[in-house]
């Protein structure tokens, strides 16, 4: 009999509020139930950090990455909520529609949670699976042509992935069970992998790669996530490359952190260099033929998960941590902004002459700061996990790669740079004139949360006390 | 007796991949889940209630009557019959499921290892290669749901050639996955056809850059 302590109750008490969530069609309720269950994730949070590494109804252990990935679930969650609620309100959603969207956003944020906290690698995936059903509730919402592709095309391959993901596991069960290795959670694989046969490792860690990184929005199997990115609402496409790419890097970093015992690590720093550089080969690609605002962020989650995925292999543990904290709050900033901005001239093309620098001073400061973030330049903190990963890049075995890397970035910036200089300055009479009826106060109002994320890429990247980095390294640590 | 259900669920693999026929492809899928049902019993000899109750739950239950049924049921519901334009000619599907089967074989026999049996790899890593083969050459959306499936098959058969066993929560998940992933598929296939007028999946392409 499970022993109901903090971690069953948090999961047990979210899926009651998902339940009331459900159930309810009054508005003012609904948003009490959204707080309360940020408040649980807050909670959840706190008491994790006090309780650090011990183990929790057997499965669960929060250790410094999980308490720091949770703290940031928490923020972009609550702020995904307020999102949320301007949204389905805009759109004049039924209160049935709004009450089944939030129901699945508490659930979806729940079982990101879970991923954060598992110390068993098939519960990772289990987790991760569930977030695949949640998020296809979310990615469906609108019930257009584009959200039914969406998530036809993101339920489809993820369920590939996921099930390509636990053929994987099954591999390293049986690598783990030809030396008596029957447990399958990750202290135990960290002690003896390196007993293991190096060929059955490497097939699975294939084959755990390739599954989630459909989570984590990188190559091979990116296709979907740049989709449902589009096809989905705002607020939920700022939740699939902030949070949701965290619970990918989780499982990548973990499974990478038990084989980094064992004499395959130079080959699985190999195939990660691969996938990081070919996700930023791809995203420049894109970028530069992409039309359509959202699509664009889509790809600039690409790039940066590629180069997270480079700092794993280059060794710089804690610029990767770091940098998939930072890109997190600088992309759902993006993304929220980009809510704003399609609300004003109902339009996601790159060409829209909205002359934004003047028809909305504020958000168009957000796109600005955003823009630095996203192309990592100072004051921004992603300006110092780039420079992190490219010390390490230039000083190991990988340093030939970085001129192509380097280019590559170069022209991403220019790409970026130039269509967002676009947005913010063309200005046409016909197109100029923004379709909202709201005032500018409450317009303004509504940019908080983005320049709160903002100021956070900023914060950690440049002002940090010194107990933050100490924590965030402890999280980086193998 | 193992090894003869194991050869069966290989020439299943070799039907499905040649016929064009979306019911005879659900029939074969179905018998998959039974075929299953006995492979694990006839394997898992000390196994415990809740654990039989998962296998029958998800074997016969699920694979052999759950899944086929919603499958008949949205290809009934979109009046399909049979995979039009074949981008494979059956014969070239047959060489390369062969080819799968042979190779997977190969593999097993090179990676030799006590803990796996060579019948159990082959036939599980077979059914992988051809789930996926017939998520690329074929272009209904319900047949992709299919090679899915097959895909998932084979996952099966490589869990059962694994001592290990997982958390309870996993096993439930995977359970649970299973139904959830083909009822929304399901559902998907459906909302795809009235939204798009279309089975195929080359037409749903309104996500471009």
Partial sequence: ?????????????????????????????QRVLAVLHISTL??????????????????????????????????????????????????GDAPQRAASHHAALILFLTMLAGVYVSRHIGMVWAFLEASTLTAALLIYHNRTKHSIEATWKYV??????????????????????????????FEILT???????????????????????????????????IDAKDGGPSHVAALLSSVLMIAGFVAIYRVYSVFSTTSIRHWMDTV????????????????????????????????????????IATGAWYAAVLHVILHAFAKSAMFFQYAHFFRLFKNKNL????????????????????????????????????????????????????????ILMAVLVWAIGSHFFGILYNKNEAEAHPTSHLSNRVMNWETLPQYILLLAVLWLGFLAPHSVIDFINNAAHL | M?????????????YIAVSDRLVSMVRLLSLQGVLLFVVAILELHKVDALNFGFIIAETLLVKGVVLPYLLFRTIKKNKLERETNLTVSPILSLIIVSGFVFGSFLMGFTLHDHHIKVGYFTASVSALLTGLFIVVARQKIVTHVMGYLVLENGIFLLSLAVGNEMPLAVNTAILLDLLSSVLLLAFLVDAVGKTFKTTDVHELNELTD
């Avoid at chain 1, 057997?58 to 609550?78: P, Q, S």
């Avoid at chain 1, 059955?200 to 990116?222: A, D, E």
């Fill in chain 1, 42 to 91: 807050a909670f959840f949070t706190v008491h994790e950090f006090g309780s650090l590494n011990q183990i929790e109804s057997v499965y669960l252990k929060a250790d410094a990455m999980a308490v720091l990935f949770l703290a940031v679930l928490t923020i972009i969650g609550a702020c995904a909520y307020f999102y949320s609620f301007i949204y389905t309100k805009q759109r």
């Fill in chain 1, 156 to 185: 489809f391959v993820c369920s590939i992935g996921i099930a390509i993901a636990f053929a994987g596991i099954l591999v390293l069960s049986i690598a783990g069970e030809s030396k008596e290795v029957h447990d399958l959670s």
């Fill in chain 1, 191 to 225: 002690k003896n992998a390196h007993l293991m046969d190096p060929k059955w490792l490497k097939i699975s860690f294939l084959f755990m790669l390739t599954g989630f990184s459909v989570k984590m929005g990188v190559v091979p199997l990116f296709n979907v996530d």
């Fill in chain 1, 1 to 29: 009999m499970m022993n109901l302590n903090i971690p069953i109750l948090v999961l047990l008490g979210s899926a009651a509020l998902a339940v009331s969530m459900y159930f309810t069609r009054s508005v003012l309720i």
């Fill in chain 1, 351 to 406: 060409d829209t002459k909205s002359n934004y620098i003047q028809t909305h001073p504020w958000g168009a400061g957000v796109f600005v700061l955003g823009v630095i973030a996203l192309c990592a330049l100072p004051p921004m903190g992603t300006f110092m996990s780039e420079l992190y990963t490219f010390q390490y890049l230039l000083a190991g075995p990988f340093w030939w790669t970085a001129p192509v890397i380097f």
């Fill in chain 1, 272 to 311: 990660l260099m691969i996938c990081g550089i070919l996700s930023i080969v791809f995203a420049t690609g894109y970028i530069l033929k992409t039309k359509n605002l959202k699509r664009l962020l889509a790809y600039s989650s690409l790039e940066h998960a590629g180069i997270v995925l480079i700092a």
């Fill in chain 2, 2 to 14: 193992i090894s003869v259900m194991i050869l069966l669920f290989v020439i299943t693999l070799v």
